[in-house]
């Protein structure tokens, strides 16, 4: 017999002040110590100018609100400070902030764009209970001079409900028994403990729904017609109810902890000439090719990071088509990377990871090197080619489930693999240049469903020779409008041996619009 599982249990984790926390510890400050004594706001830039993305608590109370325009901020501070923020910053720190809140379960998961979720199931007793729990956890981030508030509850939903708006100060009042009753336990919690969008909080707001528990006196079907058309669950407060009440399960996406492969080289002198910078970036890819290699992967994606003698870090991108741990392939592709780089005083660190890879095999290095030996490999073609004319130069085309010329393919990556879903369909013979658009021609026929006897395109009349035809193809009906018109493609050959595929679009009386126009859409080789 299997042991019955213990009931969900959640930590939630609200990193109040993560913006400011994390300035503070960069700039090596104790809270309200140095700079942090003055008022302050991270801001970013926007259309209008710098908007006020996050402060401290002097900025706080000198007027500066998050949200608000730096220029109207100094109209009540003229002595506010700033500094940019840095939200990229800000989601690795969070990123690594849940790793290290693993010491209290088993997974974590992000709650951008400052909040944690740890599963704490069947684990509390490991530390005394839960109190016990929320009080280590409480401490650990104190050490670490992080304001947080956090909760426990048996769902996600209620547990960022009370940390986020529940009464703080006691841990009673933080921790929702397996045995309580959330909805009435939360229902004092304003509409916003939900993570709803700002939109859906204004419409419930003018409802009258302010608190949770005035949801209760609603009737669900109510609110299933005017809300049936959200699919979001942000957007939508049933499905938001049903998951803080645990009706319907929410899925989380747990952070695992991987180790990119990384090679480095501090140098004992600043070096500035680009030959001996090539041989560092040839040295490192050495490294990186011995590294992959014993893991069984190959790069997707590297990242060249450069330091200079005056603090600045150069950073160069590089992705490749298809797995490899070739060092001479990479460091050529490197080579272009770094054309016109400016070292200042000189480089004296450079960095290479591996910050996307995949499963690799070994293969035997004679078969690749004879391989190399006939002509460059695809994958290395494809680099090379993306290097030197961009990312989005590069593109393959592929068949689509789709009878209609136009969307019969699409483009995508050289090396991308080509979907299930992409079906190809038996077509009778098709020109070798289809137009991105069909062009309207001036069609002359002898009676309305007969053949094309001159038509006139781009200007010039051209006289049909021979003609075969027609081929006739329907509408998509479940993608287009009940008013298509079907398609009737004629085989052409004018006077001068040019081959053209022209249709009809529509028959005359279909009932879907008036007389049926011509169009040219591709050209013969």
């Known amino acids: 017999m299997t042991e019955p599982r213990a009931d969900p249990r959640i930590l939630a984790i609200w990193c109040a002040r993560l913006a400011v926390d994390r300035w503070r510890l960069g700039a090596g400050l104790a809270p309200g110590e140095g700079a942090d004594a003055a008022p302050l706001a991270l801001v970013t830039e926007t259309a209008h100018g710098p908007r006020i993305v996050a402060a401290n608590d002097a900025g ?9 325009m730096l220029a109207d901020a100094r109209t009540l501070c003229p002595d506010l400070a700033v500094a940019p923020s840095d939200p990229a910053g800000d989601l690795a720190f969070l990123e690594k902030l849940a790793l290290w809140s693993q010491r209290w379960g088993p997974w974590s998961a992000l709650d951008p764009p400052d909040g944690l979720l740890v599963d704490v199931t069947g684990v509390a007793h490991l530390f005394g209970g839960e109190e016990a729990l929320l009080a280590d956890a ?7 001079r992080l304001a947080v508030r956090m909760a426990i509850a048996p769902t996600a939903g209620a547990a960022w409900a009370l940390a986020h708006h529940g009464r703080a100060g006691t841990q009673a009042q933080t921790i929702l028994r397996a045995g309580d009753d959330p909805a009435t336990r939360l229902a004092g919690l304003p509409i916003a403990a939900l993570r709803l969008d700002a939109d859906t909080l204004t419409v419930l707001r003018r409802l009258g729904l302010k608190r949770l528990g005035d949801l209760h006196g609603v009737q669900r079907e109510a609110l299933v017609r005017r809300f049936r058309n959200r699919r979001s669950a942000a957007a939508n407060p049933l499905i938001r109810m049903d998951q803080l009440l645990g009706r319907v399960p929410e899925p989380l996406l747990p952070v695992l902890a991987t180790e990119a492969p990384l090679a480095q080289r501090r140098l004992v002198e600043p070096i500035r000439h680009r030959d001996l910078l090539d041989r560092v970036v ?9 590294q992959l290699e014993g893991r069984g992967l190959g790069a997707r994606r590297l990242e060249l990071d450069l330091w200079r003698v005056d603090g600045e870090v150069i950073v160069r991108r590089l992705e490749l088509a298809a797995p490899s741990r070739d060092a001479s392939h990479v460091a050529g592709l490197f080579d272009r990377r770094l054309e016109g780089i400016d070292a200042g005083f000189g480089f004296e660190m450079v960095r290479l990871r591996a910050s996307w890879t995949e499963p690799l095999a070994l293969v035997q290095a004679d078969i690749e090197r004879s391989a190399e030996n006939g002509g460059t490999s695809l994958a290395a073609c494809v680099d090379r080619l993306v290097v030197r004319l961009g990312a989005d130069a590069v593109r393959r085309p592929v068949a689509r489930a789709s009878h209609m010329p136009e969307r019969a393919q699409r483009w995508q990556g050289p090396l991308e693999p080509e979907k299930t879903s992409q079906a190809t369909f038996e077509f009778h013979v098709r020109p070798a240049k289809l137009l ?7 069609v002359i026929y002898e009676t309305p469903d007969g053949l094309p006897r001159r038509f006139r395109w781009r200007g010039g009349v051209h006289e049909v020779a021979r003609a075969e035809g027609p081929e006739r193809i329907a509408p998509e009906w479940w993608r287009e ?10 085989r052409i050959e004018d006077e001068e041996g040019r081959r053209y595929w022209i249709y009809r679009s529509g028959l005359a009386g279909d009932g879907r619009g008036g007389t049926p126009g011509w169009f040219l859409q591709g050209l013969f080789a």
């Open 60 to 68: 706080l109370e000198a007027g500066a609100q998050p949200g608000m």
């Open 138 to 144: 409480h401490a650990a981030f104190a050490r670490r």
């Open 282 to 290: 040839a040295d490192l890819a050495a490294d990186m090719a011995r």
């Open 436 to 442: 991105d658009r069909a062009e309207p021609i001036a």
């Open 481 to 490: 409008r009940g008013s298509a018109r079907l398609r009737d493609y004629y």
